[in-house]
């Protein structure tokens, strides 16, 4: 799959045949956009099928750590324990291959490909910022234009690119996205760790961590960044958001 294909880019030497980041920054927002009425409700998240996460028949994570360490290790270890009627295997593999396999998706894909574009675009939203200061700093002390001229070339080329990337990840409509997907994991990683058998939490993939935290900061840094401070309907989720992190 495009995902399995992708996730080499973290290996110690990156293949050559990967996709482009345009194509996995374009699928995870059309496959975000899809999912956006199921992370909205929050009652998905008693139905969230965690036994994907243990049982590699129903998903393959690949070779990608896991909260608790590697995969393997953790069979040995650390097992886990479901108790499933066989009545209802059936819903619950329909229950995945729906929702709950796009939304899982959408978190891969952010972490093989849309994490390194926002990260570029921050830097860029910075260097934006320097270059501006540099402007004004030289108009107050400097009467040359010939650096004047090369300052002010910089700053016009970094405001096209900040303009390009709000067009492709800051548009109030992916913020929103993105602020609603982040809200669901925080509650759904919650979940598992408070509700599901003993030992599952060991097992949620690595990056479902890494995707809350990148997407959490992206919103905070973005061009503009996310009022999720200024409005009291955001306050009960960046709190849980907040307390995740400490």
Do not use: M
């Not at 399995?4 to 995870?28: A, C, E, F």
């Not at 759904?188 to 939490?201: A, C, D, Q, V, W």
């Not at 993939?205 to 992206?218: D, I, K, N």
């Not at 709190?239 to 992190?245: A, K, R």
Request: charged share 25%.
């Amino acid at each position: 799959s495009l995902i399995d294909k992708n996730k080499r880019i973290y290996q110690s030497v990156v293949p050559y045949d990967l996709s482009s980041y345009t194509t996995l920054v374009n699928l995870y927002f059309v496959l975000l956009k899809r999912v956006i009425d199921y992370v909205k409700d929050k009652s998905n998240i008693k139905v969230f099928p965690f036994q994907i996460f243990y049982r590699s028949d129903l998903i393959d994570y690949f070779d990608l750590n896991r909260l608790g360490g590697i995969y393997n290790h953790l069979l040995s270890t650390k097992p886990v324990n479901f108790i499933e009627e066989e009545n209802n295997l059936l819903e619950f593999t329909n229950r995945f291959t729906i929702e709950s396999e796009i939304f899982d998706n959408v978190l891969a894909l952010h972490y093989v490909g849309t994490s390194t574009r926002i990260r570029i675009s921050i830097d860029k939203i910075q260097k934006r910022q320097e270059a501006f200061n540099n402007v004004n700093q030289l108009n107050k002390n400097n009467n040359d234009l010939e650096i004047n001229k090369l300052l002010q070339s910089e700053l016009f080329s970094y405001i096209r690119l900040c303009t390009w990337n709000h067009c492709s990840y800051y548009t109030s409509d992916k913020q929103l996205s993105i602020w609603a997907s982040s809200c669901f994991l925080v509650n759904l990683i919650h979940e598992i760790s408070s509700e599901t058998p003993k030992n599952l939490f060991e097992y949620v993939p690595e990056y479902y961590a890494e995707t809350l935290c990148e997407c959490f900061h992206a919103l905070r840094r973005s061009d503009p960044p996310f009022e999720f401070t200024k409005n009291p309907k955001y306050f009960d989720d960046l709190g849980s958001i907040i307390s995740f992190f400490i």
